[in-house]
């Protein structure tokens, strides 16, 4: 997935919950985190079906990547 720009992530748990993130950054596997413009956010669906989303900071790390 490195550099192939912004990407969306949607997930469906085993509880039914549905939830995901967005980053407008590309991936790169450094191993270490990368800071961001902001554009970085996580969000849950609620039952009622709205989004509640969850801002990132501008500044701080908005991607970390460690292989295990």
Same mark, same amino acid.
């Given at each position: ?15 039914? +919950? ?33 989004? +509640? +989303? ?15």
């Amino acid at each position: 997935c490195d550099d192939e720009g912004p990407t969306l992530t949607i997930i469906k748990s085993n509880y039914e +919950k549905i939830f995901g993130g967005f980053t407008d950054i590309s991936w790169l596997n450094t191993g270490a985190g990368k800071k961001g413009n902001g554009n970085t956010f996580i969000f849950s669906v609620q039952e009622d079906k709205t989004i +509640k +989303k969850f801002k990132s900071i501008v500044g701080k790390t908005e991607i970390f990547q460690r292989d295990n």
